[in-house]
């Protein structure tokens, strides 16, 4: 148990270290771009969120709800031994299963939101399978297809929601809105957090981590999906199905995506599926955050939480005079040495190593501190 | 005479263990110096420090005569010194050639030569009967042709210290006894060598000097000519050891797994021979069948046809008379199948998971284990523990030890511990002692004829003709895939065993039960 | 056909967006920007140089907040930003734009608060995606006042219209710039017409009525028959479709296309690049973009947003009414300047604009039908494309 403690420690670590790192780049970046506003700049980057009331507050959460899901999808399938990296393709096909049901069916009444959000894992799921079958009974790298899904999901919402009348919305070139009884429900965020778009989704998201870190760490099941993740032979030599447990693996990770996809359009903050041939960026997001999070669901959770932070601190920072490129620049550079978490924490797990051996659990503790 | 390695008193602590308590190692010019030790002696942690990888708290290292601060292994590599790791550190996906020069290729303008190097390591591979296959890639070769490469490597860069870690683990009594050839060869040379084993013999055969380390205490060193096998592994183990298997005659019950006609065919690319051909043979309840055979003779594919990790082309496979040759791996682990791997790390164990998680490996589904989907994690833990206890698997942090971090030895201990703990009508075992220290040895050994005396049906594989003499019941030597000769141990010596093994003598095309 | 081309480049928007973290802003452009925001408030204020947070805290008077695309979008947003800017220089006012996070209704409310928060008595809004927010922005912040480009304020369901006292809702004429350009084309000597629309929304259909009615005037006072390729591609985008289309269509004879749907036009300048043929481009002058351009049919966006500008400082903001921009007040035309005609000549462009302006050109603007078959033409046969 003890054990345990100390790895969530060097995770954490690693992840503080590299935001400090990350944080002082985009400082010098600052600086560098315009040096006067610089520390006031960087000062709002950091609080932007909490000088705006619970509003700012509740918007934080609103933008972290999307990349906490696909940031889990990304670390649920790395823990599993996969990389996917077509959370942006299960997202926007998840977004497409909610608003087909969202616009689609109006007579489900006040479950209709459930229906649709359903809708938005089932589409995800399937699209999330298709890179698990291949890497499953073809050994075809998941990562290739994953990425060529991004594209087909792509292609293939526009596609349909452009050419199906009843979606489409062609004054604006985007989906049409959804039915009002599709929308999430506030549960009461709206309440605490008043004037922002933060809504059950939330909620949602943080459910679905925890359900996650359940089921990777107390289940029979996540522990058939980490060993094979972790070793693909001994899980076959100790009887488990791999192939079974990859298929399952993806379509994990790409419900969860598309669950992503559900909750924000259904948001009702007025998202459409626009037609544009752009790869939904909440997807790539989503691997910043997995990384910042160090795979572990709850890390992610927190990830997801100051990525959103600092995203809507870099928003406000459009009050002083940086352009909107700088700003761009500097969360993306924040971001960046963020997603370092992994390396860090590899540094630092190398260090104690040295140190530890068949040593006891303070020496690493003590120095994963230092 | 002239020392070449000093480590002088040598002190280097864990917080919570001393690994090495004021050891001294002397390595004399031209030597071959063994270093004796159970697992977790310290000898690992003792070369890491020659190799620069541990800093000691206390002691110092003479190289040639000056006192050196080693850094890390490239200083190491300055001084001349080399190592042959026991897990082998090579690329899987390149050539032989590739693996020996990596790190100091020759490159004109940025572009690699590699005919040059080429010409050296053909040259020394024929100077010290190291023959490899310069492009043959590494995740095509046998662990004994891995070695040789490792060797190679050391050779290439004209090391003159050469340490080699527990080297014979992996090899055929032939390739031992060409090793230690080349080991002498090398030391007529002027190269000295570090021989890390826990084999007697091979200390008996080759080494001048033996230090020996216990529990990160210096012993003692010896030289190997005054001194007998008894008294080594009394000052290995700290006690006296039985060094011979102590067993009853027992008569065999009736049949648990019965192999007809088996074939499997060669899963290379652009190979369509039998790797296994048209084998067949029975095992009964309470012996112990040896498959005795050269590496690369067809025992693993057979293991992995018996337990399900491969597909068959033909034949049929019955456990307690049920045809199970088309079952999955999990129905043949539930019924009565135990399989200690032949490579722990590849299919034994999740390096990643700790002790407790491994040591329920195919279990941890079952109801004890289990209570709808969740597992019952005390439940996990105190099977551990009782494992732990039972079969004394040393680790640094008990069930919480991340297997990856344990020792060979308490490794293979854990899953023979896991494998026995399953009350198994048939284990296979494959290699069960390999790289394993002779108090370990002696106790897998005991165990093993325990299961049998119990009515378990015994199948070992083993490379060792010591072993395959000392435990079986009965010897089914496989040459090329085939079953060449079904011997009874006592009415067989070594040498006749080594020539069936070589293929130079076979009972006929097929054997008789 | 405002909206602006998104990343083409995927490979560079997916590294793009796995940095950005919000969306690809991969035009570059950025220095210019910078410039102009930073020499701004110390030209008009030099006392505000003092400190940085007095800087921000007087904040900018005037702000623009952009839709989905950049500031330097060559269509709403620079047009917008460009009327903006050359009052706030004139007349030494501080002006700023600001950026949303995502294409959302609930994000374009919140950058608008934002610039309100940064000290923005008038705000512009480029575009109708702009319709809602403004509906909800108008009663949130009375005492601020907004410009709304081709849009009227309405609720999410369309339920509810409503411009605020305090909204100038800016709209276009767009039969009036199409009957021009046609016209002129036609002057200019072509008959062989063609018209590639993006999708067969309101503002196209009427750029492209006029088109074809200009160009059928112009027939019949030449004397000359005129035949006119007529098609909606569907979606305002380049793609390789719409560029075979217009290549095959110049194959045939076309003289110029009138490119009209966004990036539509680059497919149309493409097909035109390699065929050497002509191009009408759409909403600003495109003629920077291509050679082939030989003229624009324009809305003249900052003409527009500067009267607008102008009218809030001189208090006679025309609040909670729709203006329309037509020739009349100078809010539409061709780019004569850049224009390559031939035999066209400004005097007869000034002709029929002030014939336009003065209302004595009927122009049909029905957009039930978008297949033209609803116009009544004397010279001119149109082959709708479907």
């Given at each position: 148990m003890k054990n345990k403690k100390q790895i969530d420690f060097t995770g954490a670590i690693s992840s503080i270290f590299a935001i400090l790192i990350g944080l002082l780049v985009g400082l010098i970046v600052l600086m560098l771009s315009n040096y006067r506003q610089a520390f006031p700049g960087f000062f709002t980057i950091l609080t932007g969120s909490l000088t705006h009331g619970m509003k700012g507050v509740g918007q934080v959460f609103y933008y972290a709800t999307p990349i906490i899901l696909t940031g889990l999808s990304v670390g649920f399938a790395f823990k599993t031994g996969l990389f996917n990296i077509g959370a942006s393709g299960q997202f926007i096909i998840g977004a497409f299963g909610a608003v087909y049901v969202g616009i689609m069916f109006k007579n489900f009444g006040s479950v209709h939101w459930i229906i649709a959000v359903l809708a938005s894992v089932l589409f995800g799921a399937i699209w999330g399978s298709v890179p698990g079958i291949l890497k499953a009974y073809f050994n075809v790298n998941e990562v290739i297809a994953s990425i060529m899904m991004n594209y087909i999901g792509m292609y293939a919402v526009n596609w349909t929601v452009k050419g199906y009348k009843p979606l489409f919305n062609n004054l604006r070139n985007e989906s049409k809105n959804v039915a009002a009884t599709a929308e999430i429900p506030k549960m009461g965020l709206d309440v605490i957090f008043p004037g922002s778009s933060v809504n059950g989704g939330f909620i949602i998201a943080i459910i679905t981590a925890i359900i996650i870190f359940i089921v990777l760490n107390k289940t029979a099941f996540g522990y058939e999906l980490k060993a094979v993740g972790y070793n693909r032979n001994a899980s076959k030599y100790a009887g488990i199905n791999e192939k079974k447990s990859i298929i399952l693996s993806m379509t994990i990770a790409g419900a969860v995506s598309g669950l992503a996809g559900g909750l924000l359009y259904l948001a009702g903050t007025g998202k459409h599926i626009e037609i544009v041939d752009k790869l939904a960026p909440e997807g790539f997001n989503g691997i910043s955050v997995a990384l910042l999070g160090v795979c572990h669901p709850i890390g992610i959770l927190f990830a997801g939480i100051f990525i959103a932070y600092l995203t809507a601190g870099g928003f406000y920072l459009q009050l002083f005079e940086f352009s909107t490129e700088i700003i761009d620049i500097i969360i993306a550079v924040i971001i960046y040495f963020s997603a370092f978490a992994l390396i860090v924490k590899t540094m630092i797990a190398k260090f104690s190593k040295r140190k530890e051996s068949k040593g006891s659990i303070k020496a690493s503790g003590s120095e994963g501190g230092i | 005479m002239e020392y070449i390695i000093e480590m002088l008193n040598i002190t280097k602590e864990f917080p919570g263990i001393i690994a090495n308590d004021d050891i001294t190692l002397q390595l004399k010019k031209g030597e071959i110096h063994a270093l004796l030790g159970e697992n977790g002696a310290g000898k690992s942690t003792l070369m890491s420090v020659l190799f620069g990888l541990y800093q000691p708290e206390k002691g110092k290292i003479i190289v040639k005569g000056k006192e050196e601060k080693i850094k890390g292994p490239l200083d190491a590599n300055a001084l001349g010194i080399g190592m042959v790791?026991?897990?082998?550190?090579?690329?899987?996906?390149?050539?032989?050639?590739?693996?020996?020069?990596?790190?100091?290729?020759?490159?004109?303008?940025?572009?690699?030569?590699?005919?040059?190097?080429?010409?050296?390591?053909?040259?020394?591979?024929?100077?010290?009967?190291?023959?490899?296959?310069?492009?043959?890639?590494?995740?095509?070769?046998?662990?004994?042709?891995?070695?040789?490469?490792?060797?190679?490597?050391?050779?290439?860069?004209?090391?003159?210290?050469?340490?080699?870690?527990?080297?014979?683990?992996?090899?055929?009594?032939?390739?031992?006894?060409?090793?230690?050839?080349?080991?002498?060869?090398?030391?007529?040379?002027?190269?000295?060598?570090?021989?890390?084993?826990?084999?007697?013999?091979?200390?008996?055969?080759?080494?001048?000097?033996?230090?020996?380390?216990?529990?990160?205490?210096?012993?003692?060193?010896?030289?190997?000519?005054?001194?007998?096998?008894?008294?080594?592994?009394?000052?290995?183990?700290?006690?006296?050891?039985?060094?011979?298997?102590?067993?009853?005659?027992?008569?065999?019950?009736?049949?648990?797994?019965?192999?007809?006609?088996?074939?499997?065919?060669?899963?290379?690319?652009?190979?369509?021979?039998?790797?296994?051909?048209?084998?067949?043979?029975?095992?009964?309840?309470?012996?112990?069948?040896?498959?005795?055979?050269?590496?690369?003779?067809?025992?693993?594919?057979?293991?992995?046809?018996?337990?399900?990790?491969?597909?068959?082309?033909?034949?049929?496979?019955?456990?307690?008379?049920?045809?199970?040759?088309?079952?999955?791996?999990?129905?043949?682990?539930?019924?009565?199948?135990?399989?200690?791997p032949e490579d722990r790390h590849k299919h034994g164990l999740v390096l990643d998971y700790n002790l407790a998680y491994n040591l329920v490996l195919q279990q941890y589904f079952e109801k004890q284990f289990n209570q709808a989907g969740f597992i019952k994690q005390d439940a996990v833990n105190q099977y551990a523990d009782l494992l732990i206890e039972k079969y004394d698997i040393r680790s640094g942090q008990g069930r919480e030890t991340k297997v990856?971090?344990?020792?060979?030895?308490?490794?293979?201990?854990?899953?023979?511990?896991?494998?026995?703990?399953?009350?198994?009508?048939?284990?296979?075992?494959?290699?069960?002692?390999?790289?394993?220290?002779?108090?370990?040895?002696?106790?897998?050994?005991?165990?093993?004829?325990?299961?049998?005396?119990?009515?378990?049906?015994?199948?070992?594989?083993?490379l060792e003709l010591e072993e395959v003499m000392n435990l079986s019941d009965r010897i089914l030597v496989m040459f090329e895939g085939k079953i060449v000769a079904d011997l009874d141990p006592k009415h067989v010596t070594i040498n006749e065993l080594g020539l069936y093994m070589a293929g130079s003598k076979r009972e006929g095309d097929s054997h008789e039960e | 056909m405002k909206k602006k081309l998104l990343s083409v480049l995927l490979s560079a928007a997916m590294v793009a967006t796995l940095l950005t973290g919000c969306g690809s802003k991969t035009e570059e452009a950025a220095p210019a920007e910078e410039a102009v925001t930073e020499e701004a408030p110390a030209e008009e204020a030099p006392a505000e140089e003092a400190t940085e947070s007095e800087a921000s805290a007087e904040g900018y008077e005037l702000a623009l907040v952009t839709d989905l695309g950049t500031i330097d979008d060559k269509s709403f947003n620079q047009g917008a930003w460009e009327g903006l800017e050359k009052y706030a220089k004139e007349n030494g006012v501080s002006y700023k734009y600001y950026q949303p996070q995502e294409g959302t209704t609930d994000s374009y409310v919140e950058t608008i608060g934002l610039a309100i928060e940064g000290g923005a008595k008038l705000v512009v809004c480029p575009g109708f995606l702009f319709e809602e927010p403004i509906f909800i922005v108008q009663d949130q912040y009375p005492d601020v006042t907004f410009i709304l480009l081709d849009g009227a304020p309405h609720n999410a369901d369309y339920s509810e219209f409503k411009t605020g006292d305090n909204v100038m809702s800016i709209m276009f004429q767009e039969d009036q710039p199409g009957y021009l350009a046609g016209y002129a084309a036609v002057k200019d000597g072509m008959t062989k017409l063609g018209f590639m629309g993006?999708?067969?929304?309101?503002?196209?259909?009427?750029?492209?009525?006029?088109?074809?009615?200009?160009?059928?005037?112009?027939?019949?006072?030449?004397?000359?028959?005129?035949?006119?390729?007529?098609?909606?591609?569907?979606?305002?985008?380049?793609?390789?479709?719409?560029?075979?289309?217009?290549?095959?269509?110049?194959?045939?004879?076309?003289?110029?296309?009138?490119?009209?749907?966004?990036?539509?036009?680059?497919?149309?300048?493409?097909?035109?690049?390699?065929?050497?043929?002509?191009?009408?481009?759409?909403?600003?002058?495109?003629?920077?973009?291509?050679?082939?351009?030989?003229?624009?049919?324009?809305?003249?966006?900052?003409?527009?947003?500067?009267?607008?500008?102008?009218?809030?400082?001189?208090?006679?903001?025309?609040?909670?009414?729709?203006?329309?921009?037509?020739?009349?007040?100078?809010?539409?035309?061709?780019?004569?300047?850049?224009?390559?005609?031939?035999?066209?000549?400004?005097?007869?462009?000034?002709?029929?604009?002030?014939?336009?302006?003065?209302?004595?050109?009927?122009?049909?603007?029905?957009?039930?039908?978008?297949?033209?078959?609803?116009?009544?033409?004397?010279?001119?046969?149109?082959?709708?494309?479907?």
């Open positions: - | 790791h026991q897990h082998f550190k090579l690329v899987h996906n390149f050539t032989v050639l590739q693996n020996i020069v990596l790190g100091i290729e020759t490159t004109k303008n940025g572009i690699l030569k590699m005919e040059d190097a080429r010409k050296k390591v053909v040259e020394l591979s024929e100077r010290y009967n190291l023959f490899v296959d310069p492009d043959a890639y590494i995740s095509d070769i046998t662990v004994g042709m891995q070695q040789r490469v490792e060797i190679l490597k050391m050779l290439y860069r004209d090391n003159d210290i050469l340490i080699f870690d527990e080297p014979t683990a992996v090899l055929t009594p032939q390739e031992i006894e060409e090793l230690m050839q080349i080991m002498r060869e090398l030391t007529t040379e002027g190269k000295s060598i570090l021989f890390i084993t826990h084999k007697l013999n091979e200390i008996k055969a080759v080494a001048d000097r033996c230090s020996v380390l216990r529990r990160g205490k210096y012993i003692g060193t010896v030289h190997v000519s005054e001194t007998d096998k008894q008294m080594l592994s009394e000052m290995m183990v700290g006690r006296k050891v039985n060094l011979t298997v102590e067993k009853e005659e027992k008569a065999p019950g009736e049949i648990v797994l019965e192999v007809n006609d088996l074939s499997v065919m060669s899963k290379r690319e652009g190979h369509t021979k039998n790797v296994v051909e048209h084998v067949s043979f029975k095992v009964r309840k309470g012996e112990i069948v040896c498959i005795a055979g050269i590496d690369g003779n067809g025992q693993t594919e057979l293991v992995h046809a018996l337990t399900g990790l491969d597909g068959i082309s033909s034949g049929s496979i019955h456990l307690n008379g049920e045809d199970v040759t088309k079952k999955s791996i999990r129905y043949r682990n539930t019924h009565g199948m135990s399989h200690i990856r971090s344990m020792s060979g030895g308490n490794q293979q201990k854990a899953i023979v511990a896991r494998e026995i703990m399953k009350n198994p009508d048939l284990l296979l075992a494959v290699q069960p002692v390999r790289g394993l220290d002779v108090g370990a040895i002696e106790y897998i050994h005991k165990e093993l004829v325990k299961q049998r005396d119990a009515g378990c049906a015994i199948l070992l594989v083993s | 993006g999708m067969a929304v309101p503002a196209v259909i009427r750029y492209g009525y006029g088109f074809v009615q200009g160009a059928d005037a112009a027939a019949a006072e030449l004397g000359v028959d005129v035949e006119v390729m007529y098609n909606y591609t569907g979606a305002f985008e380049a793609t390789p479709e719409a560029q075979s289309m217009a290549a095959s269509w110049y194959q045939n004879g076309t003289e110029v296309i009138f490119g009209c749907g966004g990036a539509v036009g680059n497919s149309v300048m493409a097909a035109a690049e390699e065929a050497g043929a002509k191009v009408i481009g759409v909403d600003v002058d495109q003629s920077p973009e291509s050679d082939t351009v030989i003229t624009s049919a324009m809305k003249l966006l900052s003409n527009s947003v500067y009267d607008g500008v102008k009218a809030f400082y001189d208090g006679s903001f025309p609040g909670g009414a729709t203006t329309t921009f037509t020739a009349a007040n100078n809010g539409v035309g061709l780019p004569m300047e850049t224009s390559k005609f031939e035999a066209f000549t400004q005097e007869d462009y000034d002709a029929l604009y002030a014939k336009l302006a003065a209302g004595e050109v009927t122009i049909n603007n029905a957009t039930e039908d978008s297949t033209t078959a609803d116009l009544t033409l004397t010279n001119t046969t149109v082959s709708f494309v479907e």
